[in-house]
């Protein structure tokens, strides 16, 4: 079970645009940065977005991500088929008292 | 550009140690703006994170790994090493190690390297 929630799977067609959601709490994503990072298959998980809502060099504006209160949101406008992938929140989590990285469960998007 | 590579054995025996080794090319682990972090994925499940180290030596793990753990640092050679004791079945994952800076951001990361754990 993890810290983050997020919706298992989510689906859009090409050119429309989709969005995925990280549910945290008041130790986490309500006082800290949120990332998303994007897997595809049999490779490593790689930054898309960072403190919230900013992106790395090389990521197109068509991600952008956004963060209210202890729940943050990865959007993805125009879709297209290399976007489909898994999608993983994460953040600091200050529950315990050295702290800790969480993450999401992970969501599939299926570009159909 | 800072490039991380993970090395190691890809089978270990249960109630064995795993040990694996990160190697740094492109810049320094001997850095006061960054966690030197490892990170495992089970099979077909989520990210879980295990531990950082930082340049002066200090680490801090996950509480629910946190009695098997020990993340090092060898500078003179420019890469962390994770052991992880008393290993079973779920310990079976792809370990992945990568840099962090103050705020925890995982960027960028190593390849991965898979490790199964034979009963």
């Known amino acids: 079970q993890s810290v983050l929630t997020q919706p298992p799977s989510v689906s859009a067609a090409p050119g429309q645009n989709v969005s995925i959601s990280c549910s945290g709490g008041?130790?986490?994503?309500?006082?800290?940065?949120v990332f998303w990072y994007q897997q595809f298959p049999g490779t490593a998980p790689k930054l898309i977005i960072y403190d919230n809502n900013e992106r790395p060099s090389g990521i197109p504006d068509r991600f952008f991500g956004s963060k209210s209160g202890s729940s943050a949101t990865l959007g993805i406008t125009g879709l297209q088929t290399g976007d489909e992938a898994e999608y993983y929140c994460g953040t600091w989590d200050s529950s315990v008292s050295a702290g800790l990285v969480v993450f999401g469960g992970g969501t599939k998007l299926t570009v159909l | 550009q800072v490039q991380l590579q993970e090395s190691g054995p890809g089978l270990v025996k249960a109630s064995e140690t795993l040990s694996l080794t990160c190697t740094v090319s492109?810049?320094?682990?001997?850095?006061?703006?960054?966690?030197w972090t490892w990170i495992r994925q089970p099979p077909g499940k989520a990210l879980e994170w295990i531990g950082y180290i930082y340049y002066s030596g200090t680490t801090n793990y996950n509480p629910s790994l946190k009695s098997r753990v020990t993340i090092s640092l060898d500078t003179s050679k420019n890469r962390f090493s994770l052991n992880l004791s008393s290993v079973s079945t779920a310990d079976t994952a792809v370990y992945y190690c990568a840099r962090a800076n103050l705020y925890l951001k995982l960027d960028p990361w190593g390849q991965g390297a898979l490790v199964t754990v034979s009963s």
């Open positions: 008041s130790s986490n994503i309500a006082i800290n940065y």
């Open positions: 492109g810049g320094s682990v001997n850095s006061n703006n960054h966690y």
